[in-house]
């Protein structure tokens, strides 16, 4: 068995080296193969899915086997996004409702080892938090503690994925509310990061000016040494004795 592993957008595969590699030397018809990956892919236009075509190498008969699509993709589809932040610590992109997150997990289920739905909605949440998402207004750690805490059991319960007008234009306000104090955040940080480099380079020019003096001060030092090396020394200390004096001892002693 041959097993051909590809990530093609909804309804829209193409013929690939790889496929072309892999089942020209079969003999097997490249553009039927593709035209089947696109029929049985077509529910995900504008989504990237995991295909498997499965190659029998004896009888040259194949299987197309369409994965679930990654929880990034789904959340990018159901709403409306390109992509995902860059940094999702400062960049909330949206805010979803419980109601999106149980949608996604639902369609999720069978591609992950969660055992329930609330399981299920956890581990989306926290792909939500890493695109720069919050769901409710919380990140995904705020989030689960309210899930697990028992607030979202009604939606769970009733398997709620319909956000109500009403109810997402609160959570777009929300979010406006968000950015806006992340946005003042950030320029804080900003203002505190240049007032402390206005501060060191205050500081730079009076450290250079005191190190000229500081050497000045040494060498007037130095130039002190040789006037006193000529002093005799104080105290208890025995005194030099001149060359003459020495000289006229011995001669004293030979008479």
């Known amino acids: 068995m041959t097993k051909i592993q590809l ?41 990237k899915v995991p295909v498997e075509v499965h190659v029998n190498d004896k009888d040259k008969t194949y299987d197309i086997r369409v994965g ?41 289920m069978e591609g992950l080892l969660d055992k329930s739905l609330k399981a299920a909605v956890k581990t989306v949440a926290g792909t939500c938090n890493s695109m720069g998402l919050l769901i409710e207004g919380k990140t995904s750690d705020q989030f689960s503690k309210d899930l697990e805490a028992g607030k979202y059991d009604v939606e769970l319960k009733a398997e709620k994925m319909d956000v109500s007008p009403e109810k997402k234009a609160r959570l777009d306000e929300q979010l406006k ?14 203002a505190e990061a240049e007032a402390k480099a206005a501060a060191e380079a205050a500081e730079k020019p009076a ?25 005799v020394p104080a105290g208890g200390e025995k005194k030099a004795v001149a060359p003459a004096t020495v000289e006229k001892k011995v001669l004293e002693k030979k008479k």
């Open 7 to 47: 990530i093609v957008e909804g309804g829209k595969a193409t013929p690939t080296p790889q496929i072309a590699q892999t089942l020209g030397p079969m003999k097997i018809p490249i553009n039927e193969v593709i035209s089947k990956v696109n029929e049985k892919t077509k529910a995900f236009q504008g989504i």
């Open 177 to 190: 509310t968000i950015q806006e104090q992340l946005k003042k955040e950030q320029e804080r940080l900003k």
């Open 68 to 108: 679930s699509p990654p929880v990034s993709e789904l959340i990018k589809k159901e709403l409306k996004l390109e992509k995902g932040s860059g940094t999702p610590n400062r960049e909330k992109l949206a805010n979803v409702g419980v109601e999106h997150v149980i949608k996604i997990a639902k369609q999720k």
């Open 207 to 231: 450290v250079e000016e005191a190190a000229p003096a500081a050497e000045g001060a040494k060498e007037a030092g130095a130039e002190k040494k040789p006037a006193e090396a000529g002093k």
